[in-house]
């Protein structure tokens, strides 16, 4: 496949300007959206993208040829001489979900976004034409009827700007801009000349790092023109939130200005983008994919607490925001896994990419089920082909892996569950053998780290060697479920954190005195007696609710214990968020340790009955392993 740039092919310009789409659009508008647009030409066969790409930025219009969308299913359409590819990702930015492949030689253009952006803000018949083709388009691949342009990944720009733009004359002093900034609160002005057309933006920044940092020389050269940025970041109304703030931090800019034909609407900030999209997930998490520094991702991450009590205030069932909070979670560490890796490319010339892995992320991460303070839990699986020196190299990089992690706010896990320990870092067979020597052995560490690994997820690369491990592991517990007794029985081995008569036991000492860990004494017993099942079962749900629900309805569980321990689940999570929130806050330490005697009388009587349930859940699963359901 070739791309290259226009080259004002005038038979082309003829053929775009007589498609419908383009109707009403002088030839000379469509030849500047050629101008900024690239041709590409592509063999029969050939992967315009595939299925879970990031998405491109951009729409191609076929020309001449004919592309195929094809999912799991197979062909569901088609784009021909004159047809859009990849409308249904305009608007919601995600990665795309079906691959487009060409079934003959084909010639496409394609245009860049802002060139669509532009054409919708100035040509209403062409906005309505072509979000009718969006729609008919989503229709189709969604295999329904009904469908909207509307997502929840689609913010326009112009919803959230400030407006009407506070501006100034370019030849006003900088010291009048000062004022008018001070008196309106903000702290940038738009700049304008006599006919209100914009000619620059002038900041806070702009005044102290270029008018006072040499004060005595500027004192007489105070026009406000020397001083602004005369390339500002400009914006048709129509461009998406999250693309608004990659390109300010691509630029190294702070403000946006909005503009309708050259005259500035409105204006927006870095900050002011970032509060937005902290409450909207799907954005945010196109957001992380586009971040380029480990600074970003840390403060990122430092903000997750934002996105979980704007869905704690918003949500009936506190359990449910769990996934949400980890998918953000996993963004973030799989933007610093790319980056390290490209940055590890640049340095040695080695592409892990290049060698047959796949990073999984265990424990709360693969369960679906972080909060706000997980810790690393990740390992390696190689294919049985790579040789010890790619190894080596993979141990290298992993100690970069783990040490941006934990800059980034996932501190190294206590355990040494992490790529870095040879034995989180294996082939497949040696991963097999490592697995077998646990069951069998079924004492100290093997518990402890079995607990952690079985429940795994792929990150990122090769998939097929995550389900063939867990196929493993599957047929391996099934063939010896006595070691499902000695991992619970080593469960039943720690302090319940509740007496007979209902009083909460606490640390005595320390600086958790006072304080009980949710974790260690309640939510693990519902997450391993939970496992335990679905190993037995040989099941694959990760998520523990959904694996609760999976085993109802197999009848491993009864109704009654199915609800009684989700009803327990959520009233631990609901808590331990609420109170990591809290800490989050008051810029405490965050952790699952909760003072029972700060909780309202209603969540203590709530706690005390779920760990009570906690118990009975733990001893449910003792006997039914036994043999004495």
């Avoid at 029985?489 to 949710?518: A, C, V, W, Y």
């Avoid at 079962?537 to 009654?560: G, P, Y």
Wanted: proline share 2%; charged share 25%.
């Amino acid at each position: 496949m070739e791309f290259n740039s226009f080259n004002d092919d005038k038979d082309i310009l003829e053929h775009v300007s007589g498609l419908y789409i383009f109707t009403g659009i002088p030839s000379e508008r469509i030849a500047l959206v050629l101008s900024k647009s690239e041709t590409v030409h592509a063999q029969e066969g050939e992967i315009i993208f595939r299925k879970g790409e990031s998405y491109h930025k951009g729409v191609y219009l076929v020309t001449s040829g004919l592309v195929e969308l094809i999912n799991e299913s197979g062909v569901c359409t088609e784009s021909k001489d004159g047809d859009f590819v990849g409308l249904s990702n305009f608007v919601g930015k995600s990665t795309y979900h079906v691959s487009a492949v060409t079934s003959k030689e084909t010639e496409l253009i394609f245009l860049p976004e802002l060139c669509i952006y532009k054409l919708m803000e100035d040509y209403e018949e062409f906005r309505g034409r072509f979000y009718g083709l969006v729609t008919e388009r989503i229709n189709i691949l969604a295999g329904r009827e009904g469908a909207t342009i509307e997502s929840s990944t689609y913010k326009a720009v112009a919803s959230y700007m400030t407006s009407p733009v506070i501006t100034a004359d370019k030849g006003s002093s900088v010291v009048e801009a000062s004022r008018l900034m001070s008196s309106h609160g903000i702290g940038a002005l738009a700049v304008v000349d006599s006919e209100g057309l914009l000619s620059g933006v002038l900041t806070s920044k702009n005044i102290v790092q270029k008018f006072l940092s040499e004060l005595e020389q500027n004192i007489d050269r105070q026009q406000i023109e020397l001083y602004m940025d005369t390339d500002p970041i400009v914006l048709p109304s129509e461009f998406p939130l999250v693309e608004a703030l990659s390109e300010m931090q691509f630029k190294g800019r702070e403000y946006a200005v909005v503009a309708k034909k050259d005259r500035p609407v409105g204006i927006i900030s870095n900050n002011d983008i970032m509060r937005i999209l902290f409450k909207n997930i799907n954005v945010y998490n196109t957001h992380i994919d586009g971040i380029a520094t480990m600074e970003e991702l840390k403060k990122s991450f430092d903000n997750i607490y934002l996105i979980a009590e704007s869905l704690v205030s918003n949500t009936r069932l506190t359990y449910e925001i769990l996934p949400v909070i980890t998918s953000v979670h996993l963004n973030i560490q799989k933007r610093v896994y790319r980056l390290t890796a490209e940055k590890y490319l640049e340095e040695t010339g080695f592409d892990i990419t290049k060698v047959r892995h796949t990073l999984i992320i265990m424990g709360s991460g693969g369960r679906r089920e972080m909060m706000l303070d997980p810790d690393q839990d990740n390992g390696f699986i190689f294919g049985d082909d790579v040789t010890n020196e790619e190894i080596d190299k993979f141990m290298e990089f992993g100690e970069r892996f783990v040490e941006n992690l934990d800059y980034v706010g996932y501190f190294k896990c206590p355990g040494n569950v992490m790529v870095t320990n040879p034995d989180m870092s294996l082939r497949l067979s040696e991963w097999k053998h490592q697995v077998k020597k646990w069951v069998d052995d079924s004492l100290g560490k093997s518990i402890l780290w079995s607990n952690i690994v079985f429940d795994f997820d792929g990150l990122a690369g090769d998939e097929k060697l995550v389900w063939e491990l867990r196929e493993y592991i599957n047929r391996k517990i099934s063939e010896k479920p006595i070691f499902l007794i000695y991992m619970l029985e080593n469960d039943q081995n720690i302090k319940r954190p509740i007496n007979l008569f209902g009083r909460f036991l606490t640390e005595k000492s320390g600086k958790h005195k006072g304080e009980m860990n949710l974790k260690v004494a309640a939510l693990s017993f519902i997450v391993d007696v939970t496992r335990a099942f679905t190993l037995y079962k040989e099941l694959n749900d990760l998520n523990t609710v959904e694996r609760l629900k999976h085993l109802k309805r197999k009848k491993i569980l009864s109704e009654e214990t199915m609800q009684a321990t989700l009803n327990a689940y959520e009233t631990l999570v609901d808590i331990v968020l609420n109170e990591q929130i809290d800490q989050a806050k008051t810029d405490r330490s965050i952790s699952k340790y909760v003072n029972p005697d700060s909780l309202s009388l209603f969540n203590q009587e709530k706690l005390r009955s779920s760990l009570n349930h906690v118990s009975k859940y733990l001893n449910t699963g003792l006997r039914y392993f036994k043999g004495h359901p």
